[in-house]
């Protein structure tokens, strides 16, 4: 990672690296309430992990979660968007044909908002349209 502006490459997140395991899509959420640039990345195994930037730095990132989702199916996408007060929204996409929600707020509390199992779609990309959810299916194009 780089900072453009600074002309300056960042310190990676931590993060254990395996072969096995490898990143599968990855998003930047939007700032929201005076917090933190945040990198969230989904793997092939299901994990969500996030990174929050550092306060009073800008080229160290720290974890705030790590967790299996969705049974340790690939992630396919993630997208987000700033939710209605209650922090980013973020919307992830699996191989196992579920599209799920959740919430991270300023103090890095992460919860579920929805989870759906779509009928015959992978869904392959996602994206937010005001409330709405938009899913475009990996084989088919259905949406």
Request: hydrophobic share 40%.
């Amino acid at each position: 990672m780089w900072d453009l502006r600074k002309k300056v490459q960042l310190a990676e997140p931590p993060q254990i690296r395996s072969p096995q395991d490898p990143i599968t899509a990855i998003a930047w959420l939007a700032p929201n309430d005076g917090i933190q640039e945040t990198l969230c990345c989904g793997t092939a195994l299901g994990y969500l992990v996030i990174w929050r930037q550092r306060l009073n730095t800008v080229v160290e990132f720290e974890e705030v979660v790590s967790r299996r989702i969705s049974g340790g199916h690939e992630i396919m996408a993630i997208t987000s968007d700033v939710g209605n007060g209650t922090g980013n929204r973020i919307i992830v996409a699996t191989q196992d044909r579920r599209v799920q929600a959740w919430t991270l707020d300023s103090r890095n509390r992460f919860s579920s908002t929805f989870s759906v199992q779509l009928k015959t779609s992978i869904p392959r990309a996602v994206y937010t349209h005001g409330c709405d959810v938009i899913v475009f299916g990996m084989y088919d194009g259905d949406m």
